[in-house]
């Protein structure tokens, strides 16, 4: 599966912004997608991860309550919702395909089998 990440940009803190991530193919639904990110000089950390219908999804601590994974399987596209955005939000923001056949929502970028290009995310204090 191919991953096309879009939606990044400039936000103020306290602001909003939303990622979308298309996908080829017609076996979107048959991955878990996941969101991560990656600030300059750090590693990249896991972000959000939703299941393959849609029903189940996993946040890092530092984003609950503030973003919100969701996906449409009919447009082969997954979102992050990214709200009250504050500037260690700032990062490259990947999406990612895992393709194990699992009810696990995995967090390490290791566990995931495709990648989308990254897309800046700056929100200015």
């Known amino acids: 599966v191919q991953l096309q990440a879009s939606g990044g940009g400039l936000v103020q803190t306290g602001g909003s912004l939303r990622l979308s991530c298309a996908a080829s193919?017609?076996?979107?639904?048959?991955?878990?997608m996941g969101w991560f990110r990656q600030a300059p000089g750090r590693e990249r950390e896991f972000v959000a991860a939703?299941?393959?219908?849609?029903?189940?999804?996993y946040y890092t601590d530092s984003v609950k309550g503030r973003f919100t994974i969701s996906r449409d399987n009919a447009k082969n596209t997954v979102y992050l919702q990214m709200s009250t955005m504050k500037p260690e939000d700032t990062a490259v923001y990947y999406c990612?395909?895992?393709?194990?056949?699992?009810?696990?929502?995995?967090?390490?970028?290791?566990?995931?089998?495709?990648w989308g290009q990254g897309t800046l995310v700056t929100v200015s204090s």
């Open positions: 990612a395909a895992d393709g194990k056949f699992s009810s696990v929502l995995r967090t390490t970028p290791g566990d995931y089998d495709f």
């Open positions: 193919g017609r076996t979107f639904s048959s991955y878990s």
């Open positions: 939703i299941n393959r219908s849609g029903r189940g999804a």
